[in-house]
């Protein structure tokens, strides 16, 4: 069955670091998204990309997170310079038609902790 | 702003009982997702409705757009069914508004 991986599945980095999470979604699925989760809490939407652009963003994606799709396969979030508040599980997903006519494939997530 | 709520916020039920486990929200939506988590944090889709019932196996998702109101049933449940379920409500965009999730625990 086709599926969603995430690398790496946990990372501890130094506050001010910069983090890059890759993600592989499906092979010939069009929209992406991540999303994260803080401990605890609730999930969050984070991005959405299509046609190799943002598509929309969150309150929460602002000027040190950044994505990119650099070689047809991997879908990357980068987070420039790492906040203690970053520490969260950051989940990636794809979809073949959009969230609203079609199923959401999740990866099982990368957890960021910065300390 | 969409709030999504999610009743109860945790359950623990014997094997073998019927669950349903409810979902709200407080505007207009185009689409509604019914999403488990795993104790070890990857989240798996179940359901994508917008409008009647869908059935999957023992998991049956229903949804009342009227109301704004969603439900999911499990039948005959098991303890593999232990997990969190999550709701999450989507409006014109590609954006999910994700309920808290509700804990199930199910005991052998």
């Known amino acids: 069955e086709p599926e969603v991986t995430q690398t790496p599945s946990h990372q501890v980095t130094q506050m001010g670091q910069e983090v890059i999470l890759r993600c592989v979604p499906i092979s010939n699925h069009l929209y992406f998204y991540w999303y994260r989760q803080i401990l605890g809490q609730k999930v969050e939407f984070l991005v959405s990309?299509?046609?190799?652009?943002?598509?929309?963003k969150s309150e929460i994606f602002d000027d040190q997170f950044s994505v990119e799709r650099p070689d047809g396969s991997n879908f990357t979030l980068k987070i420039r310079s790492t906040k203690l508040e970053d520490s969260a599980m950051y989940f990636c997903a794809s979809s073949g038609s959009g969230a609203n006519t079609g199923e959401l494939f999740f990866g099982e997530g990368s957890r960021l902790t910065v300390l | 702003k969409n709030e999504v709520e999610q009743s109860p916020q945790n359950l623990t039920a014997q094997e073998g009982e019927f669950i349903t486990i409810n979902c709200s929200y407080s505007v207009g939506i185009s689409a509604l997702h019914w999403l488990q988590q795993h104790p070890g944090g990857g989240i798996v889709s179940l359901f994508m409705?917008?409008?009647g019932k869908k059935k999957h196996g023992r998991l049956i998702a229903t949804i009342n757009i009227q109301e704004k109101h969603s439900s999911l049933h499990i039948t005959a449940s098991h303890p593999r069914d232990s997990a969190v379920y999550i709701c999450?409500?989507?409006?014109?965009?590609?954006?999910?508004?994700f309920g808290k999730g509700m804990k199930l625990t199910v005991n052998p």
């Open positions: 409705l917008s409008s």
């Open positions: 990309f299509y046609n190799n652009e943002i598509s929309e």
């Open positions: 999450a409500t989507q409006g014109g965009s590609e954006k999910l508004v």
